[in-house]
Structures are given as C-alpha cells and as structure tokens.
C-alpha cells in the first residue's frame, strides 16, 4: 500500500509552458518531503526537497509548494523546457529515525519543443 | 567513473536460478540501499543497510536477501527467481550526516529479466 499517491501518472507540457505533479500522504509523521528526477537509462537524482516549516521552495525554475494542513505537496515547473523530459518522483520520511524513504509512483513529464 | 556503480547493467535468466547484483560505491556514505521500480508503482526499499553489521529489511524482501562485504560493497541476491521479480533494481547510498535526512545517491540500475 503506497503511502505517498502521486498523479498524474504522465503529463505532456508545450515549451515554455508550466508542469505541475501533484502528492498526498497520510502519514503524519513524515517531515521531509523531497523530489527526484530520473532521465531513461540513468538513477534518480534528488531535485529539490522541503520541510514542512515551509509553505514553498523555490531552486530556479523548480517550486514545491506545500499544505500541511491538507497533507499535499506539489512540484511546479516553470518555462519547462526539453530537456526537463524525465519522469518525477515525490517522496517522504522523519526526519529522525530510520529515514527511510517513500515514493510516489512517479509522474512521466514530456516537454514538446 | 560513477560513485555508485552497479553490475551487471542487464541480465536475462530463468526461473530457478540464483541471481546476485552488485553495488560498489566510492562516496565513502555508511548507508546503503536496494530498491526495486515497476512500472506505476515508483521505487520500493527491499533492504536498507546504516553500517556494515547492520541490515534490515525494507517493504518487499520476501524472495530477496543481502550481504554488506565492506562499507563500500552491498550485494542483493535472489535465490530462486521468479518472473515477477523482473524490474530494474536500484543501489542507492546516503551520507549519515546530522540533524536529519541526506540525500539518496543512486547508481544507474540494472534491468533482470526473468523468463
């Protein structure tokens, strides 16, 4: 049973145009919220991640913005570009404890030129 | 070279077999992990290791074991594969830092098909 519902499963976005992924957890003891993005063939790599004493983080053209109250959490892409084709995964975990990461089902994220 | 390398990248066997994937890392983190992808599921911990004498499981070890050779070295076997064991698998690995999570560095996978 997934503990973080990640949608949607793809998206296709037109150059210059804005993605937005979207999560939800039930867990209230997650505290660390992080994003990953894969390229095909490759690892994830850590993107950007935020604390729930936060509202938003904003790294470039990357945005989380965060709702405690509602247990969301979403990822903002702005003026997407080709090369932001990947596909994103949402996670989270205490802080303290055994760390351990849960992740979304992943989002596939098409940017056309 | 990579920080965390993985092998074999690719790997075709049959049901039956024995199958151990290997993970090497040069990060010098303490902390390891295994993890499986499929398709609309996302990423899932099959073991997870903070140091070498300590292993535990994650959510979906059934059918799977570990064994840390050296802080550097996590090495993930199946002992009797099964078709829907097919997924790519990933290594990852975190400093233990302080005050609270690092991030996960992951290798690059390898794709186990098993028919």
């Known amino acids: 049973q997934q503990q973080v519902k990640q949608s949607p499963q793809s998206l296709i976005v037109q150059k210059g145009g804005i993605s937005i992924i979207n999560c939800a957890y039930e867990n209230t003891a997650f505290d660390y919220f992080p994003w990953y993005q894969q390229f095909p063939g490759k690892g994830p790599a850590l993107l950007i991640a935020?604390?729930?004493?936060?509202s938003e983080k904003k790294e470039g053209r990357f945005t989380i913005s965060f709702n405690k109250s509602a247990k969301q959490f979403s990822l903002h892409i702005m003026d997407s570009q080709p090369g932001d084709s990947a596909t994103y995964f949402c996670?989270?975990?205490?802080?303290?404890?055994?760390?351990?990461?849960?992740f979304g089902a992943g989002t596939t994220v098409t940017v056309r030129a | 070279d990579a920080d965390v390398t993985q092998t074999p990248r690719n790997r075709i066997t049959k049901t039956g077999k024995r199958i151990m994937l290997e993970c090497s890392q040069t990060k010098g983190h303490d902390r390891m992990y295994w993890y499986r992808q499929d398709p609309g599921l996302g990423l899932r911990l099959i073991y997870y290791?903070?140091?070498?004498?300590?292993?535990n499981k994650g959510e979906i070890s059934d059918g799977y074991s570990v064994s840390r050779q050296a802080q550097a070295k996590f090495s993930l076997s199946l002992e009797s594969a099964i078709p829907n064991q097919t997924a790519l698998y990933f290594c990852a690995t975190s400093d233990a830092g302080t005050g609270g999570n690092q991030p996960q560095h992951f290798g690059d996978g390898t794709r186990l098909s098993i028919l």
């Open positions: 996670a989270a975990s205490k802080r303290r404890g055994d760390y351990k990461l849960s």
């Open positions: 935020i604390r729930p004493d936060v």
């Open positions: 290791s903070f140091d070498v004498k300590d292993i």
